[in-house]
């Protein structure tokens, strides 16, 4: 089956850094990608659609300036939370459609903000 | 707004039980609607999914039930089994593909 990589797993970083999140389909091409933020034992909030080449949609109540969204590739989107903070820890998840209707998730990312 | 609304929060049945989680959902739009299995510090996983033309759908020990009049579906899990032990989620989009609307999520704990 199709597969979904996220990258990293896990990152620790210090309050006021900027961290990097790679979402990548390894044997399709994506032409749309969801990013989706999860609390401990929450349900997955969708927090922005990204299309390749173009700029990324929002859901409402999302900073635009602090999750920066790039999807470059049919292949790669990233997030980037900037100047992060206690409040963003969080496990963020990506998923990946292919040409059909099928969505492929990733398998995390655990963000601590100390 | 919660749109779709799942139910219980959580559940123990014994192996070899029945599994019934239920979500109802407000948005009449919404024509694709997938349930996910997900284990700790993992991503969700496609169970199975059902669009509203059809009233059930079963793969395997998993079975959809759809009631589009009542704007209710459910996911049955049957001959439970302890690797079932996770978090399901149902979940809503207005066409495959598109972004989902996930309910808040059913612990699962099936016992030996």
């Known amino acids: 089956g199709a597969v979904v990589s996220q990258h990293p797993s896990r990152v620790i970083c210090k309050s006021g850094t900027s961290v990097k999140i790679e979402c990548r389909s390894l044997?399709?091409?994506?032409?749309?990608m969801f990013w989706y933020r999860q609390f401990p034992k929450k349900s997955l909030m969708l927090m922005a659609t990204?299309?390749?080449?173009?700029?990324?949609?929002?859901e409402q109540g999302v900073e635009k300036d602090k999750f920066l969204i790039n999807h470059a590739s049919l292949t790669l989107s990233t997030l980037t939370v900037t100047s992060a903070h206690p409040e963003d820890s969080s496990f963020y998840i990506c998923?990946?459609?292919?040409?059909?209707?099928?969505?492929?998730f990733g398998s995390g990312t655990q963000l601590s903000v100390l | 707004q919660q749109q779709v609304k799942q139910s219980p929060q959580s559940l123990i049945v014994q192996k070899g039980g029945i599994s019934i989680i239920n979500c109802a959902y407000e948005n009449t739009a919404f024509d694709y609607f997938p349930w996910y299995q997900q284990f700790p510090g993992k991503g969700p996983a496609l169970l199975i999914a059902i669009r509203p033309d059809v009233s059930e759908k079963k793969e395997g020990r998993f079975t959809i039930s759809f009631n589009k009049s009542a704007k209710q579906f459910s996911l049955h899990i049957m001959d439970s089994q302890p690797g079932d032990s996770a978090t399901y989620f149902c979940?809503?989009?207005?066409?495959?593909?598109?972004?989902?609307?996930f309910g808040g999520g059913t612990r699962v704990l099936v016992k030996p």
């Open positions: 990204s299309n390749e080449g173009s700029k990324a949609t929002y």
């Open positions: 998923s990946a459609r292919d040409w059909g209707e099928k969505l492929f």
């Open positions: 979940a809503a989009s207005q066409a495959a593909g598109n972004k989902l609307t």
């Open positions: 044997d399709f091409q994506a032409t749309t």
